[in-house]
């Protein structure tokens, strides 16, 4: 069965730092993985996507993944932290079915 | 751009009502879903739909049913609420095309059952 981990429930940066989420997933076959936010009394909108093309894989608002197949893993990177970007973030993964598996989110807070 | 309404944000019931959540949307999407989203949790997938009349249970449907008339309402019931429904519920609806494709997701019902 698919599953998809996110280490760390709760992420804090300094405003204008790296933010670095962390996922990893488990699969047999190549997955198809997402990233998600969910920004306070909203619905989730997607981030970006992997799809099986490019390993970089850039987003809106200035974030980015790498897929990396060797590590089972698709972080979640931007390289300078804005306080609009506090949120829940989300990894999913799905194989070719219709159903998408979520991790359990990163609540990401943005020190001033 | 593709719009997903659920009819209510907040929603507070007692033990024992059947409760009707309601999920439109506006692009002509074959596939829904439900999901509850709990702390700690995570989404976890209800049931999903991937043309009317036809549902499938996703991970977690005990206490749950779900209609689908038209193709672009999806319902959610709880024939007999109970307090561990208390949680925030998410729509989503995504084009025929599978995993790959996007989700779009309404804003959530947040319900709570006393």
């Known amino acids: 069965a698919q599953s998809v981990t996110q280490l760390g429930s709760h992420v804090s940066v300094s405003e204008g730092a790296l933010v670095l989420l962390r996922c990893n997933y488990s699969?047999?076959?190549?997955?198809?993985l997402f990233w998600y936010v969910q920004y306070p009394n909203q619905g989730l909108q997607l981030l970006l996507k992997?799809?099986?093309?490019?390993?970089l894989v850039k987003g809106i608002n200035g974030f980015e993944a790498e897929f990396k197949k060797s590590e089972t893993s698709f972080h979640l990177t931007k390289p300078s932290a804005h306080m609009s970007d506090a949120a829940e973030y989300f990894c999913?993964?799905?194989?070719?079915?219709?159903?998408?598996?979520f991790g359990t989110g990163t609540r990401l807070t943005i020190i001033p | 751009d593709v719009k997903v309404t659920q009819s209510s944000r907040y929603l507070v019931k007692r033990t024992g009502e059947k409760v009707f959540l309601e999920c439109v949307q506006d692009?002509?999407?074959?596939?829904m879903f439900w999901y509850r989203q709990d702390p700690g949790l995570g989404l976890r997938l209800i049931y999903f739909?991937?043309?009317?009349?036809?549902?499938e249970k996703g991970d977690i449907p005990e206490g749950y049913s779900v209609s689908r008339e038209k193709k672009e309402r999806f319902s959610l019931i709880l024939e007999s609420a109970s307090t561990n429904q208390t949680s925030m519920y998410l729509c989503?609806?995504?084009?025929?095309?599978?995993?790959?494709?996007?989700?779009?997701f309404g804003p959530g019902t947040r319900l709570l059952v006393l």
């Open positions: 699969s047999s076959v190549p997955p198809y």
């Open positions: 992997y799809t099986s093309a490019a390993t």
């Open positions: 739909s991937y043309d009317v009349k036809m549902k």
């Open positions: 989503a609806s995504t084009p025929l095309t599978p995993i790959q494709e996007t989700q779009y």
């Open positions: 999913a993964v799905g194989f070719g079915n219709e159903k998408l598996t």
């Open positions: 692009m002509d999407h074959e596939n």
